[in-house]
């Protein structure tokens, strides 16, 4: 069994995307997160942003993993930036579970040139453990592959691996 579980919310695609990319390279279990929100469309869009301004959390849908969540080393979670936050989805995952975590890094996700890096000391408001990694990725950006491969480079240095 893998020591690392990469839990993610994607609502277009692009951190499923970055995500099983990541799970691949760690060797590590994946789960997608949902919520029973309809987030699909323009209306969908601006409903996300809404929520993130809000700060608005509703519940994460029932979701399992192989092994309890404290069990794993590290727990990577990925979410997209909306306006300028965590998806309302992660930030329930993380009210829930944040304190069962050991230790966390973070993935995020972007369509704009800023990289959002702020959207990690939100995330640590609910991980108590904190983030011992994180990237802020845009799909088809120049640099992706460079810092998603720094990331992992981070990642594996923390485990211990080569």
Same mark, same amino acid.
């Given at each position: 069994?893998?020591?690392?579980?990469?839990?993610?919310?994607?609502?277009?695609?692009?951190? /499923?995307? $970055?995500?099983? @990319?990541?799970? !691949?390279?760690l060797d590590a279990d994946l789960v997608?997160?949902?919520?029973?929100? *309809?987030?699909?469309?323009?209306?969908?869009?601006?409903?996300?942003?809404? %929520?993130a301004m809000r700060r608005t959390t509703?519940?994460?849908?029932?979701? @399992?993993?192989?092994? =309890?969540?404290?069990?794993?080393?590290?727990?990577?979670?990925?979410?997209?930036?909306?306006?300028?936050?965590?998806?309302?989805?992660?930030?329930?995952?993380? /009210?829930?579970? #944040?304190?069962?975590?050991? *230790?966390? =890094?973070?993935?995020?996700?972007? #369509? +704009? @040139? %800023?990289? *959002?890096e702020e959207v990690f000391e939100q995330?640590?408001?609910? $991980?108590?453990?904190?983030?011992?990694?994180?990237?802020?990725?845009? +799909? #088809? +950006?120049?640099?992706?592959?460079?810092? !998603? @491969?720094?990331?992992?480079? !981070?990642?594996? %240095?923390?485990? #211990?691996? /080569?």
């Amino acid at each position: 069994m893998s020591d690392v579980l990469c839990i993610y919310y994607s609502r277009t695609g692009k951190t /499923k995307r $970055a995500m099983g @990319e990541i799970a !691949q390279a760690l060797d590590a279990d994946l789960v997608e997160l949902r919520d029973s929100v *309809n987030r699909s469309g323009f209306m969908g869009w601006l409903r996300c942003g809404l %929520d993130a301004m809000r700060r608005t959390t509703p519940p994460v849908q029932s979701f @399992e993993t192989p092994r =309890a969540m404290k069990d794993y080393r590290l727990v990577v979670v990925g979410t997209p930036v909306w306006a300028g936050r965590c998806s309302s989805v992660i930030r329930d995952f993380l /009210k829930r579970y #944040g304190k069962d975590l050991q *230790n966390a =890094a973070y993935v995020i996700t972007r #369509g +704009s @040139e %800023d990289k *959002n890096e702020e959207v990690f000391e939100q995330m640590d408001l609910y $991980a108590v453990c904190g983030h011992q990694a994180a990237v802020s990725l845009r +799909s #088809g +950006s120049v640099g992706y592959a460079f810092w !998603q @491969e720094e990331f992992l480079r !981070q990642v594996r %240095d923390f485990l #211990g691996r /080569k």
